[in-house]
């Protein structure tokens, strides 16, 4: 089993990066694929990107591609997601999420993670 715990939200100005982290517990979560999501108020929680235990594979949402970036440091049992020239619709809860396994192709499925953060808020102004 593992814990997460994210940290790194805040409000920030349209064109501004923030650097969000996931810290988990637990002396297997190198062996956890991780998943960012987000949720807006009134919407339903979206994938941002995953990443294999390995960091070999990386998958993001076709809509953020370029600008936010997925990595992983195993030693320090933490998975970052770094957003850069962020945009007002960026803002929502953003969370991580892990699983030992993801069945084919469904990374950006909610319920093929088992493991959930509470979430970190992530405003952005305009």
């Known amino acids: 089993q593992v814990q997460l715990v994210e940290s790194g939200g805040g409000l920030v100005q349209a064109g501004g990066s923030l650097r969000l982290s996931c810290a988990a517990s637990g002396r297997t979560f190198r062996r956890y694929v991780v998943g960012w999501f987000r949720q807006a108020p009134g919407k339903e929680r979206e994938f941002v990107a995953a990443i294999t235990w390995s960091g070999s594979s990386i998958y993001y949402a076709d809509s953020l591609k370029g600008r936010f970036t997925i990595s992983r440091d195993n030693a320090k049992n933490t998975v970052y997601l770094q957003m850069n020239s962020l945009k007002p619709g960026d803002t929502a809860v953003y969370y991580c999420?892990?699983?030992?396994?993801?069945?084919?192709?469904?990374?950006?499925?909610?319920?093929?993670?088992?493991?959930w953060g509470q979430g970190t808020q992530v405003t952005v102004s305009s």
């Open positions: 999420a892990a699983d030992t396994h993801i069945s084919g192709s469904r990374w950006n499925t909610v319920d093929e993670y088992d493991y």
